[in-house]
């Protein structure tokens, strides 16, 4: 069975500063790791996968993550925050060539301050 | 950009009553999913198809539900007989393969 947890129901910060959004998970096998962004009404919008290549995964909107199998995370970060990021982000997993079902985290709630 | 569209946007129903929440998918992809969010709570995997036929489902898919790909385009989620419970939001995703899936803007459902 496979899990995610994020860290951090809502996360603030200011700005033009750095964003980290935490996501730790367990997987049995080795994982598919996704983020995923939720605007306010809107549907689930891909940032980045890993899929067992690159351990940095650069995504959109200059989002990036690391795999970091030691720690089982996959945190993701951008060096500085843009008042367009306000959003729900999603932490996923899914089981190479296992269970096709994603396995979402709770979500966390990006909030951005002038 | 491709995208998966799903009509309706926002469906109300009376309890009792069936509904289908209908997607197109990317037309290039095979794999074919429904998820569900209940207000304030996580996204939540329903159902995956590929080849016609189901090839996983949650527990949360019972038999009030079910899935079609009636033609070339669409894909559709059936809820037989509504509970209040099943309000919620229901997206469609599709892969081209196993892996990144993409996510339709969804359909929100209110059952009255």
């Known amino acids: 069975a496979q899990s995610v947890t994020q860290l951090g129901s809502h996360v603030s910060v200011s700005e033009g500063a750095l964003v980290l959004l935490r996501c730790n998970y367990s997987s049995s096998v080795p994982p598919y790791l996704f983020w995923y962004v939720q605007y306010p009404n809107q549907g689930l919008q891909l940032l980045l996968k890993?899929?067992?290549?690159?351990?940095l995964v650069k995504g959109i909107n200059g989002f990036e993550a690391e795999f970091k199998k030691s720690e089982t995370s996959f945190h993701l970060t951008k060096p500085s925050a843009h008042m367009s990021d306000a959003a729900e982000y999603f932490c996923a997993v899914s089981e190479e060539g296992g269970a096709d079902g994603l396995t979402f985290g709770k979500g966390t709630h990006l909030i951005i301050q002038p | 950009e491709p995208e998966v569209t799903q009509t309706p946007s926002h469906q109300v129903t009376q309890m009792g009553q069936e509904v289908i929440l209908r997607c197109v998918p990317i037309s290039n992809h095979l794999y074919f999913y429904w998820y569900r969010q209940i207000l304030g709570q996580k996204v939540e995997f329903l159902v995956s198809?590929?080849?016609?036929?189901?090839?996983?489902k949650s527990e949360i898919f019972d038999d009030q539900f079910s899935v079609e790909r009636p033609d070339g385009s669409n894909f559709t989620l059936k809820i037989r007989s509504t509970k209040l419970e099943d309000s919620a939001m229901y997206f469609c995703?599709?892969?081209?393969?196993?892996?990144?899936?993409?996510f339709g803007p969804g359909t929100r459902l209110t059952v009255t």
């Open positions: 890993y899929t067992s290549a690159a351990t």
């Open positions: 198809f590929y080849n016609n036929e189901i090839s996983e």
């Open positions: 995703a599709s892969s081209e393969k196993k892996g990144a899936q993409y």
